[in-house]
């Protein structure tokens, strides 16, 4: 039986770099995979001159020479620009430990930000979150599968090839939304015991505001 190896999820930037074809083109959606940074950073530090050297039209664009704001087409970032570029001090990731072990979603704001997916160049449906894919898969994927930065809420509300995923990522939401919702809830007895308005024993599945379902 073939040995699995670690989601892109339990590997830091650098050894997500290391494992990178030498000279494979990387699109800026795929590089931002790599780098552990959204791709709204990485196109804000291109545009700053301040990101890794990338070539844009087959012709080299370092530092000294940033991109106008808003230009992504046909930019292709290659490994050892990456690595030289990590180097000079200049990358630190931007996602928290418990990120990198797979825990993305633990607050509403979780939600809203953006995370890489697949999409299933068969029928076109979300096919699952890239950091929970095994690195060696990633590899063998990158230029055949198209990698889509969006919220965990835009990408549950598509249609999915994997409904296993499909329902894993849903209820990941569900269970956050859900402690959010409990802690509103308990807000409000709070400040209803403050007022001094008396507390109604609820049935269970009664809703706490507006009364009972």
Same mark, same amino acid.
């Given at each position: +039986? ?7 999820? !339990? ?78 001090? +200049? ?37 699952? +979150? ?12 990158? %230029? ?13 509300? !598509? ?20 402690? +959010? ?14 007022? %001094? ?12 505001? %507006?009364?009972?379902?």
């Amino acid at each position: +039986m073939a040995t699995v190896g670690p989601t892109l999820a !339990q590997l830091e930037a650098w050894e997500r770099i290391k494992a990178l074809p030498e000279d494979y083109p990387l699109k800026t959606a795929e590089a931002a995979v790599f780098i552990t940074f959204s791709v709204a950073t990485l196109e804000r530090l291109r545009t700053k001159g301040t990101g890794p050297d990338y070539f844009q039209g087959g012709i080299r664009r370092d530092g000294s020479q940033p991109a106008p704001e808003g230009t992504n087409q046909h930019v292709r970032y290659f490994k050892p620009d990456i690595l030289a570029w990590r180097q000079r001090g +200049m990358v630190s990731s931007t996602m928290q430990a418990a990120k990198l072990k797979g825990q993305v979603f633990a607050t509403i704001f979780d939600l809203a930000e953006q995370h890489p997916f697949y999409i299933d160049p068969a029928d076109g449906g979300v096919a699952g +979150m890239v950091e929970h894919t095994p690195i060696e898969t990633v590899i063998a994927r990158l %230029g055949s599968w198209d990698i889509v930065w969006m919220s965990a809420t835009e990408a549950a509300s !598509q249609r999915w090839s994997n409904l296993v995923a499909h329902k894993e990522l849903a209820s990941k939401i569900q269970s956050v939304l859900s402690n +959010m919702q409990s802690g509103i809830n308990a807000a409000l007895e709070a400040t209803e015991i403050s007022e %001094g308005i008396p507390r109604t024993v609820r049935p269970i599945g009664a809703r706490t505001v %507006g009364g009972p379902l």
